[in-house]
Every structure is written in structure tokens, then in C-alpha cells.
């Protein structure tokens, strides 16, 4: 846990892609998950750097989201689920025994495939995170972070007037970008997104990936999205499951442009998934 | 007699039954396909056909044949008999034992009369019946053997009277609650409005009134004993009991319905739920036995060595009990609420960094709140209702006390009280427990339809 | 999106964990955790603590219920004392009156002179009908008349319980001098060579001291409250503490025993005497049981005996712990199952009581509950499930239902009432009508469980039907219908454990009147098991609170095979389609 918040090593990091060369902010080796006796997913290998959007893409059931909730271990919450290998962050061991799973997910948000916005007003939705990991000294210095996180996710002007009403209530496209506003309110390092367009409608989609755009600039973004098209639009690396395996992954032009495998190929070119 | 009817009935239901199977049977030469319906159904249309005219004209006339009969024998008393229900119950006794010739003693003429009248119109009245109904009877007999043909629809005419009865059993459900709602509305009014009503309160009087004591002085000695009937102090005995009782039970039964959903594993939700299930199982007799004869005893003795002086049937004695008997009610109501909040809310919070009680208690319980609220209010109105506990471990006296420590009686006991033994229906004291039936069932309905309407709209929000 | 970039100028900082005010801080927040998680076992856990307590206690009391202690006598059957005008036929032996025979049973158990009061207790050692069994012997067998028949005596409720452990533990010891008794009977004084009764007088004094003292530890204790009542106490207390005190000041003062303090009494030739006063060289007492002669007692063949519970704490005297001490040593005691209990009716003597009314009316007004509410119960099930077109009607229905499994049970004993007694004018107490009160009771119950079991079917074995040709009626009779049975068993055994329970609505009813007789038909007056259990639990023998233990452990027993039952058909029936 040290070494993630560690100065040096978030220097050294800087210094990496200062130069051009893209330190693995993620990193996966020999990935395995069970559920019960049936394995999901095998043998993932894979790196992902620093400030952008790593997309995973892959038919139906190929494990892309049970691999990406590896990676803030909410398969946890799972009790028949079991992981093996090893996935780093900063190079950190996300599955030592010694790690907390509390503080790793204050490090690595998450937006769902359906927004799930909790039933309290849109404030609150915002401020959860500052509260329970202790990020605020006061009301004041929370308001601010809270207004910052809804201004990044392009949300303040539409609720800066009703920050009382209930998240449940507004739009879908809304309640999404208010779940993105929360994960971002405390900050975390990457932010995990698991099919977060597959429940809104195109201009809603539109805005999320605006948004996903802009947040790469500070953030490590990993997205599972069942759209090629979004892939290619979000994405600058692109990583290919087909099931439960990592098939290819590399730079997003030379994925989908130059595919290495015949699998990869026949996805991309819409022969099955 | 009704026993002739009834056979006579039975054996024309099945002629019909086997008469038209037949025919119809006969129909079938070149096989069933020539036939809109079975043999079988056109058994049982014929046999519908005579059964439920028969059936209807029994239970028209037997009533009233009764009602005619009791008329004609009580015309020989004079208009007092007739009038005033008390003699009028007593002379029919009378008469009816003198018929059944278990009469001791021996009667005046216009009781013989009276008697004789009786026997005579019953047997012309039943013999009528009977006629009526074998006529009736062999007409639809004959009626629905002349309708078998290969054409006729019986088993669509069959099925609409099959889907008439289910929707008459469905109604069953209708007929009672309009039953509960009669008797008990009806003798509150006759309780508050009923002007030959001796020692009746008025409506404020009940309702406001500190003090109940229904039993009138009953000797001279005991003179300035009054009736009352005045509610606060059963009211207030009802919700010292039930607070008790959710103060014990809300939050056990919350934190059990909340370990066995979030935290237990399968294996010991196999253990647990058993132990819950059983506690909801065991009769409130039974509870009430442990409450009177050990918490009760318990109780005292430990007021006893702090030098408090204990009731020996203490409300919170019965107040402990009862909340022991509803925890498994909250916990499996809540239970199940706490079940319906989508996982996506968990997995929203745990993906924030947040602990799992920090879910619970700022997303789950938040998102459940209006079940569990429902749930309390169920609980509430069970607690409210619940008798034999408080009637075993509860005291009589109408103490207007919110002391723990002291007896206090509640609306439940005072029903039960007034009405167990002897009572006539033209008492202010009979009629006073109707009246409380009244409240009860009121105050507890009103809490279910708030609380169910509150599950509906919550399960509507998540499904 | 002018909004998203201008915001990026401000600086962002990020969670701090690794700064001891971080780390406290999630320590503090796993302890909450586990503080949490520690409440749900906590509440669980007393529950269970609950219920385990709950059936401990019904057991520990009513357990010892369906064992009973008789005596084992040889009684003389004389033929005038069973005849009736000189002739001995069943009915004359059922007859006739058998407490002289008893009486003269016991009797010669004791030889001797016995005080008149003592005649009397001697025969209250046994119920009022003790010679049922002889009875029962004589009338299966009528050739033992007069002869001598070795018989059970059934013992009377609180000589049962002194059996069961509930008199007094006793102690003995062997005394020093040769003892002279002044007489056999009646009023004696008891005198010794050695000083034995000084040393008891000391003991006695001692004792007394210690209770002066218990008594003036519990008023200081008390005196930590306040409150006028508690004053008044603790001087009551202090006042018999002083009092307790004055007599252990004197030491050679004689004592005279009363019924607070552990009875003292002498066995000797034979005999048992009860000390009353006691000085230090003599006791002078009223003899128990007789002696056989007054010769001198030699060392060690005589004993003090001590009852160490008091006498006025407990239900038994002196006299009839004497009585029943005897008749153990001489082996006249037997211990057997309980067959009244089951096999009798209800009985003002606790001895004398059984369940089997109580069992044959719950049978009776079960049957009816079930007869009632099974076919309504489906067929409403069907009709909402399956024809009801959606509506208002169909929704006020529902409604209804879903209310109705709510209203209090007393209020449908209201409805019996005022209903079915008053308007309809059916007889009180009967089966009939607590059967019809218990069926609209559980009616939604088992509306409600035979819905969720016709919805379990999948539509896809209705629509097969539909598919070759069978109507509506057909496909849901003959396909789904079964199909939905076991479901519908499994809700209607709950419905009618749930019937078992109930005893509210039946008091309504007037199902509570004490009957002796076991009944015959629907219209009887009868009573079911709890309304029986909770007359008994009225009553202030102490022997029938264990009575009504035990009648629990029946009812309960019969719930946990009913549940059990609906467990085990819905694991044998329960389909995954």
C-alpha cells in the first residue's frame, strides 16, 4: 500500500511518462478466476499504463467484466469466486493478504453497467466517498470537493440548483455521469468502467464519452464495452477476451486495422459475437 | 326431515348424472369426435342442473319455513313475547323443549297450544319443501336429458358454473370481512346509540374517559363503585405492552434479519433460520405460560433485591414476551426487504472503499427503509392484537400508568374478560367489548393498509 | 463542456492512508465493523438463548408430569363393601365406595395409636378417587372379591410431587446416650444420659444466629434504595432480626421449635417423634408415628432426624413427610407412566386430569378447519390465479386477503360470536363452530400458499395442455392443479399448525368451559389443547402448573411434527423447472 501514495515512486512514474516510455500503472500475470469448479478466466496477462483509456472488448460472457473486477476486488463480494496470479497496481500486489480491500477501492473507482446512484440526495451521492475515507475537514472543503467532482463530470450546471433532490430521480444519462461525479470525488488513480453507456441512450452516450476524454488526461481508464465502435472512438489501447482467455492486445488503431489473430479478426469484422 | 331431503336429493342428482352419461353415450357411434362434449359432462350438467335448484330451495325455505313457524306458535303470548328478545328467546325455548319432550313440569294451555302449532306448521312446511323440491328436481331432470345431443355445448355451460363457485369461495374471504365489520359495527352502535341501553357512555366518555371499570356494584356494600368505560387507561396499557415489545424485538429482530442476509454463510443461516422459525411457531399460550410463570417471577425477584416493588403480573414482564414473539416477524419481513435492495447499490458503495457495516447501515438500510418501516408497523398491529400473552402474564386492573414495573390491562384482555362466561347481548358491559373489538380492528387495519400499500410501492420501485 | 476543463486548474488531492491519522482512522472503521457484525450474532443470539430457555423450562416442568407415583398396598375386598343389596354385579362394584377400603389399606401400614389429625392426613396422602385402579381390577375380574388384591393406590397431587423431589432433603444422626421415652403416643418427653441435646441446643442457637444475621445483612443491602416502602421493610426486618437475636443471648434458655426453622424430630423403638421444645437435657414433642414400646434406646440405636426445609415452606407437614417416609422404606412405592394424563378427561384433581378431551376436541375442530378451508381455500386460489379478470373486483379481493391474514385473532372470535352464536343461534363450546372460526382464520393463509403454488407452475405445462386441445378448466385441473398439490399441502399443514396454536378466538366461542367428559360429535361442548392449557395454567394447584407443562410438550410436539412434515414435503416435492 505504501508504495502507491509513496512521492518517489509517483515521481518516478512521472518521470517515465515524461519520457515517453509507459510505465504499467496495472499490471496482470497469469490471472485465473473460478466460480465454484468452472474457471472464467485463464491465464490473463496483461499491462495497462498510466492516464488514458485502456477498452476491453469481447463477446458476451468472455470474461472482460469479471476481469475487470479483479482489479478493485469486488469479486469479493463473490463467496463462491476464487482468483489466482497476481495484479499489481504501482507495482503493489493487489491480493496480498495484508492489503486492505477498503483502502485498494478508495484507489480504484468503479461505474456500473446500470447507474446505481444510492437512494439519498445528489450531494450526498457525491460526498459518500470524501466522508467515509476521511478526505474533508469541513463542510466547507467538502462542498468544494463535491462541486468539483460534478463540475469534472459535466453534471454542476444541471444540478447546482437542486443538489437536495434524490439521485434516483433524474435521467439515466444523468445518474450515470453522477455515479462517475462520485467515484472521482476521492480521487482515485484508475477508475474502473464496466459497460457505463450499455443503459443510455446515444446523446447520453455521447456525453459519457466526452467525458471519458476529458478524464484521461488525469486518470488510468479501464472500460468494458460490448461496442466496437465506442472502443475505437475512447479508447488508445484495446485489449480482445474471447472466452476467458486475453486473445491480443495492443495500440487500438493497430487493433482493430490490423488485427494478429484470426479470432480478433473475426470479431472486429462481425463474423460472431 | 332434512336428512329425507338430502337423500332424495343425492339419489336424483346421481339418476340425472347416470341418465344423461348414457344417452349421451348412446350418441357415439362412429366415435367421440361426433360429440361437442364427453358423456361425462353431460352427466354432470344434468346433475348441476338438479343439485343446485334443490340446493336453492332448501336453503331459502328451511329459514324461513323457521322463521314463519316460531311467528305462529309465539302469536299465542301476546305482543310482550314477541317484542322483547330476552322472554321471547326464553318462551321459544320453552316451547321447543315441550316438542322434543324434554319439557319438565307441567305447561299452560297456551304453551301446549303454542307447541302443537309449532310441530303442525313445521311438518306442512317441511312437506312443502320436500315437494317443491323433488318437483323441481325432476323437472330439471327431464329438462336436461332432453337437451343431450351431439351440438349441445354441456361441458362449456358445466365450466361456467365451475368458474361460479371459485368465484364464490374467492368471495368466502369478501363474506367475512363484511361478517367482522357487521357484528362488530353493529354493536357499537347499539353500545353508543341504543337508548334502552342501561349505563351506556357517549362517544367522548369512551373515548376520552380515564377510567374503565365495566362490572357494576353488584352489591349494596360496594355502592360507590360506578361503571365506567372510559378507554385512556386500556389504551395506554395496550401501548406501554406493545412499546415494550418493539423496544425488545425492533432491534433484535433488525440486527438478526440484517446478519443473517449481509454477513452469515450458508451454513449458518441452516442453523439460524430453524431457531427463528421454531420461536415463530411456538403458540402464544405457550408464551404466555413462560411469561406469568417464569419472566414475570424472574422479575419480580430481581425488583425485589433492588427493594422495587414489582407487580406480579408487570407489563414488562408481557411486554419482554411479546417482543420475543415478534422478533422472528420483523426479522423475516426484514429479511426479505433487505433482500430486494439491488446488489448494484452494494456494489456502488463497496467499489467507493466502503466497509461492509458502512453499506449497510448508509445504503442498504436507507434503501430498505420504507419495507422495514412496513415491517415495524406489521409488527405494531400484531403486538396490538396479540392476546393469550398479555391475557396470561397481564394484569385486569385499568391502571392509567406508563411504569413498567406496574400492572396495566389492555383492550385484548378486556375483551377476552367480559366476554368468556355468561353474557347477554343487551348489557352496556357485553356490548362494551364489541365496541373495543371495534377499536382493535380498526387501529390494526388501518396499520396493515398502510404498511402493505408502503411493501407495494417499494417493490414496485425495485422490480 | 467549458465547465470540465476550467475545473482541471485546480489542484486535486487524493486519499491519504498512510499517515498514522489515516491508519487510525481505518482501524477505528474495522472496529465499528466488527462492533456491527458483533450486534447481528448478538441478537441472534438471544433469540436462540430464548427459545432454548423457553423449551428448557416447559420441559424441566412438565416432563415429570408423565410419570406418577403410586402406592402399592394389599387391600381386603370385602364383599358387603362392594355389594349392593347383597348382590356383587358390575354395577354395584362400580358403585360403591371404596374409601373405607383405602383407608383401612393404610391404616394397617401404621400399627399403633395415631391422633385423630394424624388419621385424617394419613388419608389425604391419596387422591379422592385413589382406588380407580382396584376398580378397574375388580370389574375385569369380579371372582376377587373377597379376597386380599395387591393394588395400585394413585397418591394424592402433592404426594406425587413430594415423591418428584419437591419436600424437603433429610439428614440423620446417630445419638450418644441412652434415651428414655415417657410414652408411645401422644405428647412425650424424651430424656438422655449423655448431654446430646445440649450440643443440638447449641446447634440450634447457632443457626438461629446465623438467620439474625442474614436477616440484618438484607436490611443493610436494602437500605442502599430509597423509597417509604423500603424504609417500612428494612425495620420489619431489623425488628425480627432483634427478636431472633434476644433468644440466642440466652444460652440455656430452652428453645421451643416453631414452623420457620428446620423440624427436629427423634426415630426411636420405632417410633418418630417431632421435637417441640427442646431444653438441654430433654425434648419433649407429639409423636409422629408410634412407638413400639418405651424401653430405654442404647447408644446408636436411636437418631435425631432433621426435615431441613421448614415446615411453612413447604406443602407437605411433618406428619405427612413421617407418613411418606415410612411407606417408602417399607417399599409400598412405585414410579409409572402417567397413562391418566393421556387416557382421562379434564378433573379438578390434578391427579385425576388428562388431555384426551382436550385432544379429541382439537381433533374434532380441526377436522372441520380443514374440511372448511382446504377446497375454498383452493378453489379461491384458482379463481384469482387463474380466471380472475384483473379489476376492481379482483383487486378488492386481493386486498381482502392480504387484510384479513392480519385482523387479530380475537376478532374473528368476535365474528363467531357475534355471528354464528348470536345470529345463527349454533350451539356454544362446539367443535363445530370453533372449526368454522378456525377456518376463516387460516383461510388466507392457505389462499395465499396455494396462489405462490400455482404461480410456481411454469405456463409452460398449461399452454402443452391448451396445445392439444384441452379448455381452460381441463389444462388447469388435470395439469396444473397437481402439479401445484404438494405446495398446497405444504401451506395448508402450516395453515392448520397455525389452527393448533390459536386459543383467543375459541375463549370468544365459549370453548373454555370445564369438561369432564371426552366429546362425541362436532356439536359437544369440548375443548381444544392450548384453551386447556390455559385453564390450567389459571388454576393454583401447583401440581397442575406441571400438568400444563406437560399438556405444552404435547401440543408441541404435535406442531413439530406438523412442521416437520411440510419441511419434509416441500424437500420431496420441491421442483426446479
Not at chain 3, 125 to 143: F, G, I, N
Not at chain 3, 209 to 233: C, H, N
Not at chain 3, 523 to 530: F, K, N, Q, S
Request: aromatic share 8%; glycine share 8%.
Amino acid at each position: 500500500m505504501h508504495t502507491m501514495v509513496d512521492k518517489h515512486a509517483d515521481a518516478v512514474v512521472h518521470a517515465k511518462v515524461a519520457v515517453g516510455l509507459p510505465t504499467p500503472k496495472v499490471s496482470a500475470k497469469d490471472v485465473n478466476v473460478y466460480y465454484g469448479e468452472k474457471r472464467a478466466l485463464q491465464d490473463v496477462s496483461v499491462d495497462i499504463p498510466d492516464r488514458g483509456v485502456m477498452a476491453f472488448i469481447g463477446p458476451s460472457g468472455c470474461g472482460k467484466s469479471t476481469f475487470l473486477r479483479c482489479i478493485n476486488r469486488m469479486n469479493d463480494t463473490i463467496p463462491i469466486c476464487r482468483v489466482t496470479g497476481k495484479i499489481t497496481i504501482d507495482d503493489r500486489d493487489i491480493y496480498d493478504p495484508k492489503l486492505d480491500v477498503v483502502q485498494l477501492r478508495a484507489r480504484v473507482g468503479m461505474v456500473f453497467q446500470k447507474p446505481n446512484p444510492f437512494p439519498k440526495s445528489i450531494y450526498e451521492n457525491v460526498a459518500y466517498g470524501p466522508r467515509i475515507h476521511g478526505l474533508s475537514h469541513s463542510k466547507a472543503d467538502l462542498d468544494e470537493i463535491v462541486q468539483s467532482s460534478l463540475e469534472k463530470a459535466g453534471l454542476w450546471n444541471e444540478v447546482k440548483d437542486r443538489l437536495n433532490d434524490s439521485g434516483t430521480g433524474m435521467s439515466g444519462g444523468q445518474q450515470q455521469r453522477l455515479c462517475i461525479a462520485r467515484a472521482i470525488a476521492v480521487n482515485p488513480e484508475v477508475i474502473l468502467m464496466d459497460e457505463p453507456c450499455s443503459a443510455l441512450d446515444p446523446i447520453a452516450t455521447a456525453r459519457i464519452e466526452e467525458l471519458i476524454e476529458q478524464l484521461r488526461k488525469n486518470f488510468c481508464i479501464i472500460i468494458v464495452t460490448h461496442s466496437m465502435q465506442q472502443a475505437a472512438r475512447v479508447s488508445q489501447r484495446t485489449a480482445f477476451f474471447h472466452l476467458g482467455s486475453l486473445v491480443e492486445e495492443g495500440v487500438t488503431t493497430e487493433i482493430f486495422t490490423n488485427p494478429k489473430d484470426k479470432r480478433t479478426q473475426d470479431y472486429i469484422t462481425g463474423r460472431f459475437g | 326431515m332434512s336428512g329425507y331431503y338430502f337423500v332424495t336429493m343425492a339419489a336424483l342428482v346421481l339418476t340425472a348424472f347416470f341418465i344423461s352419461r348414457a344417452r349421451a353415450g348412446r350418441l357415439i357411434k362412429g366415435g367421440v369426435g361426433q360429440l361437442h362434449s364427453l358423456p361425462n359432462y353431460h352427466g354432470l350438467f344434468a346433475a348441476s342442473a338438479v343439485f343446485v335448484p334443490m340446493l336453492v330451495i332448501y336453503a331459502v325455505g328451511a329459514p324461513l319455513l323457521e322463521r314463519f313457524a316460531e311467528t305462529q306458535a309465539l302469536s299465542f303470548f301476546g305482543t310482550d313475547a314477541a317484542s322483547d328478545a330476552l322472554h321471547r328467546n326464553a318462551t321459544l325455548r320453552d316451547i321447543q323443549n315441550l316438542v322434543a319432550g324434554q319439557y319438565t313440569g307441567t305447561p299452560a294451555d297456551a304453551l301446549l297450544e303454542a307447541a302443537r302449532t309449532l310441530k303442525s306448521t313445521l311438518w306442512w312446511g317441511n312437506a312443502l319443501i320436500y315437494g317443491v323440491g323433488v318437483l323441481a328436481g325432476l323437472l330439471a331432470i327431464g329438462l336436461s336429458v332432453g337437451r343431450v345431443s351431439a351440438a349441445f355445448r354441456a361441458r362449456n355451460h358445466f365450466e361456467r358454473l365451475v368458474v361460479v363457485v371459485l368465484l364464490l369461495c374467492a368471495a368466502v374471504a369478501v363474506l367475512t370481512t363484511i361478517g367482522i365489520v357487521f357484528s362488530v359495527l353493529y354493536e357499537t352502535i347499539r353500545f353508543f346509540f341504543d337508548p334502552s341501553l342501561k349505563g351506556r357512555p357517549t362517544v367522548t366518555e369512551f373515548l376520552f374517559g380515564t377510567e374503565w371499570n365495566p362490572q357494576a356494584a353488584m352489591r349494596a356494600d360496594q355502592g360507590d363503585i360506578k361503571t365506567a368505560y372510559g378507554f385512556i387507561p386500556l389504551l395506554t396499557g395496550t401501548l406501554l405492552i406493545t412499546l415494550i415489545a418493539i423496544v425488545v424485538a425492533g432491534p433484535l429482530g433488525l440486527f438478526s434479519a440484517i446478519y443473517l442476509s449481509e454477513y452469515a454463510t450458508g451454513r449458518f443461516r441452516a442453523w439460524a433460520k430453524p431457531v427463528l422459525e421454531i420461536l415463530a411457531g411456538i403458540p402464544t399460550v405457550v408464551l404466555g405460560f413462560f411469561a406469568a410463570l417464569t419472566v414475570a417471577p424472574l422479575i419480580r425477584g430481581w425488583g425485589a433485591y433492588f427493594g422495587l416493588d414489582v407487580a406480579s403480573e408487570s407489563a414488562l414482564a408481557a411486554g419482554l414476551v411479546m417482543g420475543m414473539m415478534i422478533i422472528p416477524f420483523i426479522s423475516s419481513l426484514s429479511d426479505d426487504v433487505i433482500n430486494s435492495v439491488p446488489q448494484s447499490l452494494r456494489d456502488g458503495a463497496y467499489a467507493m472503499g466502503a466497509t461492509k457495516s458502512e453499506t449497510i447501515k448508509q445504503v442498504v438500510l436507507p434503501a430498505a427503509l420504507p419495507g422495514i418501516v412496513s415491517a415495524f408497523m406489521l409488527a405494531i398491529s400484531r403486538a396490538i392484537g396479540e392476546t393469550m400473552i398479555v391475557v396470561m402474564a397481564a394484569g385486569l386492573a385499568a391502571n392509567l400508568t406508563f411504569n413498567p414495573l406496574d400492572a396495566v390491562t389492555t383492550i385484548t384482555v378486556q375483551i377476552k374478560t367480559i366476554l368468556v362466561g355468561d353474557q347477554e347481548f343487551d348489557s352496556a358491559k357485553t356490548l362494551a367489548a364489541f365496541a373495543l373489538g371495534f377499536v382493535l380492528f380498526f387501529v390494526t387495519l388501518v396499520l396493515n393498509i398502510i404498511a402493505l400499500t408502503i411493501v407495494r410501492r417499494y417493490r414496485e420501485e425495485y422490480d | 463542456m467549458t465547465d470540465i476543463s476550467a475545473s482541471y486548474a485546480a489542484p486535486t488531492r487524493r486519499v491519504d492512508v498512510t499517515s498514522p491519522a489515516a491508519q487510525a482512522r481505518i482501524r477505528a472503521r474495522y472496529r465499528r465493523e466488527k462492533r456491527f457484525k458483533l450486534y447481528g450474532l448478538v441478537a441472534l443470539s438471544l433469540a436462540a438463548v430464548f427459545v432454548v430457555v423457553l423449551i428448557g423450562d416447559v420441559l424441566s416442568r412438565g416432563l415429570p408430569a408423565f410419570w406418577q407415583y403410586s402406592l402399592v398396598l394389599d387391600v381386603p375386598v370385602d364383599a358387603a363393601a362392594v355389594s349392593s343389596d347383597g348382590k356383587v354385579d358390575e354395577a354395584s362394584i362400580r358403585a360403591a365406595d371404596y374409601y373405607p377400603l383405602t383407608r383401612a389399606a393404610l391404616e394397617a401400614v401404621f400399627p399403633g395409636e395415631l391422633t385423630r389429625s394424624a388419621q385424617k392426613q394419613l388419608v389425604r396422602l391419596v387422591s379422592s378417587d385413589a382406588a380407580q385402579p382396584l376398580r378397574d381390577k375388580l370389574v375385569a375380574d369380579p371372582a376377587l372379591v373377597g379376597t386380599t388384591v395387591k393394588t395400585r393406590l394413585i397418591l394424592s397431587a402433592n404426594s406425587d410431587l413430594y415423591y418428584k423431589g419437591s419436600g424437603t432433603p433429610i439428614s440423620s444422626r446417630e445419638m450418644r446416650g441412652i434415651a428414655t421415652p415417657s410414652g408411645t403416643s401422644g405428647d412425650i418427653t424424651i430424656l438422655t444420659s449423655a448431654n446430646d441435646f445440649a450440643d443440638v441446643l447449641v446447634e440450634l442457637k447457632q443457626r438461629i444466629s446465623e438467620q439474625a444475621k442474614a436477616l440484618r445483612a438484607e436490611a443493610d443491602r436494602l437500605e442502599l434504595f430509597a423509597g417509604d416502602s423500603i424504609t417500612a421493610k428494612v425495620k420489619a426486618l431489623r425488628d425480627e432480626a432483634a427478636k431472633l437475636q434476644q433468644r440466642v443471648d440466652q444460652p440455656k434458655v430452652e428453645e421451643k421449635l416453631d414452623n420457620k426453622m428446620p423440624s427436629l424430630l427423634v426415630a426411636i423403638d420405632g417410633g418418630l417423634v417431632k421435637i417441640n421444645t427442646l431444653s438441654d437435657v430433654s425434648a419433649r414433642g407429639t409423636v409422629l408415628l408410634p412407638l413400639q414400646s418405651t424401653a430405654d434406646a442404647k447408644p446408636g440405636t436411636w437418631k435425631l432426624v432433621t426435615y431441613e426445609t421448614p415446615e411453612s415452606n413447604r406443602k407437605v407437614s411433618d406428619q405427612e413427610v413421617a407418613f411418606l417416609e415410612r411407606l417408602k422404606e417399607l417399599n409400598h412405592v412405585e414410579r409409572s407412566f402417567n397413562w391418566t394424563f393421556l387416557t382421562a378427561g379434564d378433573s379438578r384433581e390434578p391427579e385425576l386430569a388428562g388431555i384426551r378431551g382436550a385432544l379429541v376436541g382439537t381433533a374434532l375442530t380441526l377436522l372441520i378447519t380443514l374440511v372448511l378451508c382446504l377446497p375454498i381455500g383452493v378453489m379461491a386460489a384458482i379463481y384469482l390465479e387463474e380466471f380472475a379478470r384483473k379489476g376492481r373486483l379482483t383487486d378488492l379481493i386481493e386486498v381482502n386477503i392480504n387484510n384479513l391474514a392480519a385482523v387479530p385473532s380475537i376478532v374473528f372470535g368476535l365474528l363467531g360470536l357475534a355471528v354464528f352464536l348470536n345470529f345463527f343461534g349454533m350451539p356454544r363450546s362446539a367443535p363445530l363452530v370453533g372449526g368454522i372460526t378456525l377456518g376463516l382464520l387460516v383461510l388466507p393463509t392457505i389462499i395465499i400458499a396455494a396462489r405462490a403454488a400455482l404461480k410456481a407452475v411454469p405456463p409452460s405445462i398449461k399452454e402443452a395442455a391448451l396445445g392439444v386441445g384441452a379448455s381452460h378448466q381441463q389444462a388447469i385441473f388435470h395439469h396444473v392443479l397437481p402439479l401445484a398439490m404438494p405446495g398446497i399441502m405444504t401451506g395448508t399443514i402450516i395453515g392448520m399448525a397455525h389452527a393448533l396454536g390459536e386459543t383467543a378466538p375459541l375463549l370468544m366461542i365459549g370453548m373454555i368451559a370445564f369438561i369432564v367428559d371426552v366429546p362425541h360429535g362436532f356439536t359437544d361442548a369440548a375443548t381444544v389443547l392450548p384453551v386447556q392449557i390455559y385453564l390450567w395454567s389459571d388454576l393454583p394447584e401447583v401440581a397442575f402448573k406441571s400438568k400444563t407443562a406437560a399438556a405444552i410438550i404435547v401440543l408441541l410436539m404435535f406442531l413439530f411434527v406438523m412442521n416437520g412434515a411440510a419441511i419434509w414435503l416441500r424437500k420431496r416435492f420441491e421442483r426446479r423447472w
